[in-house]
């Protein structure tokens, strides 16, 4: 056993960064969240009085089916620095949060769910970890009782293979809720990928990350979009972009069969050699032929998540299509 090393003492960078000057995008994707908005925007106007920064909220209205986009355009002409960018249809959230990052300005950036699920008060000690020197201070969500039973243990399970299978760690419990310095942003505009894990992609790009914990309320108003369907596909796209195991490990377990078979064989040759022939052998005949069409099919299905996924991204399609922009010059 190879002894870890031990934590350095200041993991940071010694920096002089000051907020003094500096601009702070927050960039909010919005699905159908007319009830809440209002309050949203009051929190985080009340919050970045407080911190004494500039900023602007880039707001996305991804395809949303109620009046979010009324609620948006009249606090965009009451605040001009409330900004929006109203998407052709209903995108994802990875995607409408990947708009908000291409088209913030500030010198760092804060991608939120208008939700106040993350609530805008924590903004302050993102931007003291910036300060200090962190390029991204991401939140952590301490305890989970918001979520139920069922849904905690399918995260903790989704976190554990995905990190088991891929080579970046996903932090436990962290969302996509941070603040990142502008030359993270400009990395992840960088990436070409059509689809976007935000959570891995955060991950992956590395620099200093500071972990911030929070306590996550329950919705302000409004339901959850993401039920256990989306939940699963979207951690399907999350291991699949981040992870090339479950394509590769068939050959292995095509060669484990082909040598228990071989064994099989060799067992059956001999057994009839020293008895004669066995007539019965009906159900172990039928076991190890559903087994094998299960692993079969198992197998082939892993290659169809592969192949749509290449399939998706030689397209080459763009990732959005933005409707109008509202309160960006030019
Ligand atoms: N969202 C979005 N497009 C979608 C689904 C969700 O922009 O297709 C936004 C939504 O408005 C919210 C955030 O993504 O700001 C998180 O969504 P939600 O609260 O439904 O997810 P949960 O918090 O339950 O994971
Ligand atoms: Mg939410």
Request: aromatic share 10%.
């Amino acid at each position: 056993m190879v002894e870890p090393l031990a934590p350095p003492i200041s993991p940071l960078p010694v920096t002089t960064r000051s907020r003094v000057g500096k601009t702070l995008s927050i960039v909010a994707p919005c699905f159908n969240e007319q009830e809440v908005l209002d309050l949203f925007f009051d929190r985080i106007d009340a919050e970045m009085a407080r911190l004494g920064v500039a900023y602007e909220v880039v707001c996305v209205n991804d395809g949303s089916r109620d009046h979010t986009l009324t609620v948006l355009l009249r606090r965009h002409q009451r605040d001009p620095r409330i900004k929006v960018i109203n998407l052709a249809r209903n995108f994802g959230k990875e995607t409408a949060l990947s708009a908000g990052l291409d088209a913030a300005t500030g010198d760092m950036i804060v991608p939120i769910d208008c939700d106040l699920q993350d609530p805008p008060e924590l903004i302050g000690q993102f931007l003291e970890a910036w300060e200090a020197g962190a390029d991204v201070a991401y939140g952590v969500r301490v305890d989970r009782t918001s979520d139920g039973l069922l849904k905690r243990a399918t995260a903790q399970g989704f976190y554990r293979a995905f990190n088991k299978l891929s080579d970046v760690d996903l932090p436990y419990n962290a969302g996509d809720y941070r603040l990142m310095d502008r030359r993270v942003v400009e990395v992840l505009k960088q990436l070409p990928e059509r689809n976007r894990f935000m959570k891995g992609l955060f991950a992956w790009v590395g620099f200093n990350q500071v972990a911030v914990p929070y306590v996550r309320p329950e919705r302000a108003a409004g339901t959850t979009s993401f039920r256990y369907w989306k939940l699963w596909n979207f951690a399907l796209d999350g291991i699949t972009s981040f992870s090339s195991v479950p394509i590769r490990i068939w050959s292995y377990v095509g060669l484990i069969a082909g040598v228990l078979a071989c064994g099989v064989a060799g067992m059956i040759v001999v057994r009839t050699l020293l008895f004669g022939r066995d007539v019965p052998g009906y159900p172990s005949l039928m076991v190890v032929i559903l087994m094998g069409f299960g692993l079969q099919m198992l197998a082939i299905g892993s290659l169809g998540e592969y192949v749509a996924r290449i399939y998706q991204e030689v397209k080459n399609r763009p990732l959005y299509v933005v409707m109008d922009r509202y309160g960006f010059d030019a």
